[in-house]
């Protein structure tokens, strides 16, 4: 909202527009009247031309360049009504609304290039009676509107001094806005004039602005604007949120890599450099596992993608927790065990009375070794959580049957 005011831009055919604003205000425009019955009529393309704001457009067709012209050479009124259609190159009275803005021709200018532009102030909305004229240009027979009057003026007071609140926050959310436009805003005595000026800046549809100045009620127009106009600073809100947010996120990722890169240097500088100490740390770790050749030569495999990695990228930590659990784990290890089922069954019943069922396939775990005649044989202790698996097999560790060792697999602790 209000970029457009305090932007430049070039002006495109018929409607892409800057819209400024009068300071004459529009009570002055009301001693025009009274208007011709019959004006040329001029065709805008993306826009809506309000009462008391200022429009230069580059007009490119050949009727909208001869009504422009007879106005200027005339009266220099014209009626400006917007297209339904943009694709529509030569409209008539059913390509329009039927409502529009009697505007003045303030200056015709021709540029180099061959163009016409046209600065058009708005005056009074007019209702399109019928077309007089089609060739060479369009005339049109004009019913000026009158707007209606608030029925309560301390309503629409409290309406319009919301309105201007709404924009004093907009202008601050937004960058490309000065905060000079508060006090322009301010400046404005005239609250249709008002009215007008933020509606010819929403950031609506040609549809919207239009819907706004057919609107006859003065306190139905105010309502309606500052309906569009919260939608618009929520949106900026939660824009500003996201911005700031991703700002936060941002600065962090470069204050760590900043923080990081001078630590880097530091330690250079030291002699020191903890990536390769730590891969130092995990090769001599290795050279003392008694390992498969094909776990030996995996082993360094990973550890030289460990090298090759940035210290900062998240997988060099999952690669170096990869690598400290292959030298965790027990390879070509034994323990002594030492089968007592006698002793196991006492200890378990000393600590896990009753349990039968819980109990009676977990000897096994102790004699399944004599059983298999020596082979190695494991029993996990498996089921559903909160069965008692942990506390059970501390009870099976201490007759000392079998060394109990401790792995995470997948981020969780077993036995």
Not at 25 to 46: C, H, M, R, S, T
Not at 149 to 157: G, N, R, T
Not at 196 to 204: D, E, K, T
Not at 334 to 349: C, G, I, P, S
Request: glycine share 6%; charged share 30%; hydrophobic share 35%.
């Amino acid at each position: 909202m209000f970029e457009e005011y305090f932007s430049s831009r070039e002006f495109e055919e018929e409607g892409d527009f800057l819209p400024m604003l009068s300071m004459d205000g529009e009570e002055d425009f009301q001693l025009q009247k009274p208007y011709p019955d019959v004006l040329p009529i001029l065709a805008l393309k993306n826009t809506v031309l309000f009462p008391g704001i200022v429009i230069p457009i580059t007009v490119g067709r050949d009727k909208s360049i001869r009504a422009i012209q007879k106005a200027y050479e005339t009266t220099r009124l014209i009626g400006v009504l917007s297209q339904r259609d943009l694709e529509v190159e030569n409209p008539g009275s059913e390509d329009l609304y039927a409502v529009g803005c009697v505007a003045k021709v303030l200056k015709l200018l021709r540029m180099p290039d061959g163009t016409t532009t046209a600065i058009l102030r708005g005056q009074s909305r007019f209702r399109l009676g019928d077309l007089v004229q089609d060739i060479p240009y369009m005339q049109g027979k004009v019913h000026i509107l009158e707007h209606t009057a608030p029925k309560d003026p301390l309503e629409f007071e409290a309406l319009i001094s919301t309105i201007l609140d709404l924009a004093k926050k907009i202008v601050e959310l937004s960058p490309n806005i000065p905060s000079e436009a508060i006090a322009m805003l301010r400046s404005i005595n005239e609250p249709n004039f008002l009215l007008n000026f933020i509606a010819s800046n929403l950031a609506v549809k040609i549809e919207m602005k239009q819907y706004v100045l057919e609107i006859d009620d003065m306190r139905e127009k105010a309502h309606f604007i500052l309906r569009e106009m919260n939608t618009q600073l929520q949106l900026l809100e939660l824009k500003d949120q996201i911005e700031m947010k991703v700002r936060g996120d941002l600065e962090k990722q470069q204050r760590d890599y900043f923080l990081n890169q001078q630590l880097k240097t530091i330690q250079e500088e030291l002699g020191h450099n903890p990536q390769e100490e730590e891969a130092e740390s995990l090769t001599t770790r290795a050279a003392k596992k008694k390992w498969p050749d094909n776990a030996r030569d995996h082993f360094q495999r990973e550890l030289g993608r460990l090298r090759r990695m940035n210290p900062q990228v998240a997988e060099y930590s999952i690669q170096m927790s990869y690598l400290e659990l292959m030298l965790d784990l027990p390879w070509k290890e034994y323990t002594q065990d030492k089968f007592n089922l006698k002793k196991v069954r006492r200890v378990l019943d000393q600590d896990h009375f009753g349990l039968e069922k819980g109990k009676r396939p977990h000897p096994g775990a102790f004699g399944g070794a004599a059983f298999e005649r020596g082979h190695e044989s494991s029993h996990p202790l498996s089921g559903r959580p909160s069965r008692g698996r942990k506390n059970l097999a501390g009870a099976f560790d201490r007759p000392g049957a079998r060394t109990e060792i401790r792995a995470h697999v997948a981020g969780r602790a077993s036995r």
